[in-house]
């Protein structure tokens, strides 16, 4: 199955989307934590970062970041990524696991290339902020 094609598709329903949403966080834990798991095997800390795209966070957008918001230029269908997000919000999150989604929020410059990847300003922000919350918690 092509979940790409189909989750693109304007036209499938609402519970569809829903079932595809659970299932992708159920996914997403899954694979963390059998990354978390192997670290833990072999003695080393690990760290998950949730990525901020341009669908979260509460960033002020500029007005390109605002068209790759409604557009999910490059990503696809916005809905795709809140439905996901709604879901992955309401799981419990492991110690390993830190929502970067808030990254942005306090920031007015253009950071996004497109709906989900980083200029430079962007990548060193994030780095900043990453190297911080380990720096915290060694």
């Known amino acids: 199955v092509n979940f790409s094609s189909i989750l693109n598709n304007k036209n499938i329903s609402s519970d569809f989307m829903e079932k595809i949403a659970e299932k992708s966080v159920e996914d997403y834990w899954f694979i963390h ?10 003695s080393i800390k690990f760290y998950t970062f949730f990525q901020p795209i341009v669908f ?7 007005d390109k970041e605002k068209e790759w918001k409604n557009t999910g230029y490059s990503s696809g269908d916005p809905n795709v990524f809140y439905n996901f997000y709604n ?3 309401k799981s419990e999150y492991p110690n390993y696991f830190i929502d970067a989604t808030s990254y942005f929020d306090k ?9 989900g990847h980083l200029n430079r ?3 060193f922000i994030v780095a900043e ?5 380990i720096k915290n918690k060694l």
């Open 33 to 42: 934590n059998i990354a978390h798991d192997f670290c833990q095997q072999n």
């Open 87 to 89: 879901k992955l919000k």
């Open 121 to 123: 300003a962007g990548n």
């Open 129 to 133: 902020k990453i190297a911080d919350k």
């Open 107 to 115: 920031t007015v410059e253009k950071v996004y290339i497109d709906s």
């Open 56 to 62: 979260y966070g509460e960033k002020k957008l500029t």
